[in-house]
Nanobody, 124 residues
């Protein structure tokens, strides 16, 4: 069983940066694909980025490409999402998740384990 815990959310001005962390416990994350998703009230959970732990392969949605960077740190069993040039439309609850189905990394239903989420609010 994998437990995930996000941290690092908060309130930031447009153009600012935040780094989200997702710490894993229970077992190593090295066999998983880790995804970041976000959700606004009344909307579906949206894919943001993913990283395959084994080789570091990353994917991003078009709206975050070039602004967000996903990375992992083996020693801490932790994945990060560095968010730069934040925009008000990035405001959402951000979740990290883990899946063994790496080919389906954009589909939230493919993920078996989820964190509790962390709120990111970008003020204009």
């Amino acid at each position: 069983q994998v437990q995930l815990a996000e941290s690092g959310g908060g309130l930031v001005q447009a153009g600012g940066s935040l780094r989200l962390s997702c710490a894993g416990s229970g077992r190593t994350l090295r066999t998983y694909v880790m995804g970041w998703f976000r959700q606004c009230p009344g909307k579906e959970r949206e894919f943001v980025a993913s990283i395959r732990w084994s080789d570091g392969t990353t994917h991003y949605t078009d709206s975050t490409k070039g602004r967000f960077t996903v990375s992992r740190y083996n020693a801490k069993n932790t994945v990060y999402l560095l968010m730069n040039s934040l925009k008000p439309e990035d405001t959402a609850v951000y979740y990290c998740a883990a899946t063994v189905y790496g080919w389906n990394y954009q589909d939230y239903s493919a993920y078996s384990y989820w964190g509790q989420g962390t709120q990111v609010t970008v003020a204009s």
